[in-house]
């Protein structure tokens, strides 16, 4: 794909044409850029249209336009700018193919993250006089992506060359992303296996857009994939552990694959590195890594190599997890160093160009800045099922009360959907994280032990519904539609469906089950032991499910689920009761339908 350059940004390029030149990737440190002619209420995904302000006319139109020839003004901006550039010397006629120009605000964005082509930038610092992603003038949807960092302090290598232990979910999701942002990335994984599923493009899990950036990266040369540690290791100045960190018994997180991690590292290093760690951790991880890399290098006779540690937690959301890398709200740097975090800064620079908020700390206060993140979002998410089950005993509707109350700035109107009960592999694992810290630490935290406590509760409180719409469960036939703990995924660690399926099946229902992504997860994993029995059975759609059923339930809110046939779901069904712990539906409609209709505070 070529670049997609806009009108105000070419022409700052012809009045900076001294600090720009165009010609061969080789060459040429390089930034792929994208721009959209449209109208100043542009957004992503929009259109732009012909209607241009009075007010704006003149800058909108190409000097020398005459507007009865036809045509839409930024077809005219793009055939004066076209014929600037000629004139002017930075292209030749020969590359013009290169160019391209959309009106699509969606088209700009898509087709430019992570490009390389045709910028060079003499003064790296003059970059921002074209970052103008708050303009006034025009619509901002243009990108800046570097492909080529150069960071003092590295005895003029380039950084551009980065490892990542660890290709699970936070590991593949991380390499692949700065891929995508032009860095050549190692992803280096014990499990040769996925490695070399991974090198032919095989994604072994579910997230939407993840598979197809790998395949891009790969065939563009700036992905790969190695078994090998010393070869990630001795390749990049820079390396990010992602690994697992499950939680024990007593809610602590396994680090013997962090701890393995950095002493591979540390066993294959010969100059100047730097740990990032990605995975989540408790607090004073960093310090123990530091301290366990300084003491194999000491062993090595290295005791002189320098070295830094760095906290750089993910904030990443299943099904969502590549825009959130692209686009995050944040990125958090914990370091000792302002050297070391300079160097991380300057991996994510394309994400510093376009503003986002970077926030510089301790290692101590990165770490726990991740762990309080998720707490309190998993204290959001249980409040509002506690109000739920408070509608549900005085009649009120929660989803009213949740508006009202997110229009409160204070408050926000985010993760206060009730259901039922919050999963993942995060909120669980880090609410456990916090509380145990807490412990250790001789501080209580007692409002994240009750999270913990009533969501547990939250999750039986489901199975009680059912029973208490139903009777007596023996025998009976529920759909479940949703497996996964949320939608966009495949992942079913901690998910809802694990209790209540498990329950519902103690009581002596028989459970017929269709998930989108995640029945094979399922079948392998929590329900391993139901495989070939009839009180689980996995069925190809949400019809087939439905076939014979006293109830369905809805325990994940796929798009797919949202816009049911109901007519014909309640055809093939032999009961009528809806429960719909997603609050999907509206109780009125169902009613009118036919349906004895459940939600959650509804």
Known sequence: ?????????????????DNFRFGQRESFRFFGLGYSFGPKEGRPGERGTDHVDPDREEQLHPPGHDRRAGGTYWQHWWTYLKAELLHNGMVEEKDMNLFKVTDSVNEAVEETVGFYR?????????????????????????????????????????????????????????????????????????????????????????????????AKNLEAGRLRFTADVSEAVAESNMIFIAVGTPPGEDGSADM???????????AHMTGYK????????????????????RGILDRRGLADLEFDVVSNPEFLREGSAVRDFMHPDRVVIGSETQKAGNLVRDIYNVLYLIETPFIFATLETAELIKYASNAYLATKITFINEIANLCDAVGADVHVIAKAMGLDGRIGKYFLHPGPGFGGSCLPKDTQGLARIGREHGVSMRVVEAVIEANEIQKRRMVEKIEAGLGDLRSKAITVLGLAFKPETDDMRAAPSIPIIHGLLSKGCHVRAYDPAAMENAARG?????????????????YEAAKG??????????????????????????????????????????????????????
């Open 118 to 214: 045709f910028i060079r930038i003499r003064d790296p610092n003059r970059v921002r006089l074209i970052d103008s992603r708050s303009s006034q003038e025009g619509p901002p949807w243009f990108i800046i992506r570097p492909l080529d960092i150069t960071i003092s302090g590295t005895k003029g290598r380039s950084m551009n060359s980065i490892s990542v232990i660890g290709t699970g979910y936070v590991g593949l999701v991380t390499g692949t992303c700065l891929a995508e942002f032009g860095l050549r990335v190692i992803c280096m994984d014990v499990d040769g296996t996925k490695i070399q599923a991974l090198s032919h493009g095989d994604v072994p899990i579910y997230e939407p857009g993840l598979a197809r950036l790998v």
């Open 526 to 542: 929590a329900f391993a032991s139901l495989v070939g029995t009839e009180s689980l059975i996995y069925c190809r759609d949400e």
């Open 549 to 602: 059923a006293d109830a369905i339930v809805i325990l994940t809110e796929w798009n797919q689920f949202r816009h049911l046939d109901l007519p014909r779901l309640r055809g093939l069904m032999s009961g009528r009761h809806f429960f719909d712990f997603r609050n999907v539906y509206e109780p009125k409609d169902m009613a009118e339908l036919g349906f004895i209709y459940s939600g959650v505070g509804r």
């Open 256 to 266: 013997k694959h962090v701890l393995a991690a950095a002493e591979s590292v540390a």
């Open 1 to 17: 794909m070529a670049p997609i350059l806009g009108a105000r940004v070419l022409k700052l390029l012809l009045r900076q044409r």
């Open 274 to 293: 730097i740990i990032v760690n990605k995975s989540t951790v408790p607090v004073g991880t960093g310090r123990r890594v530091k301290e366990l890399v």
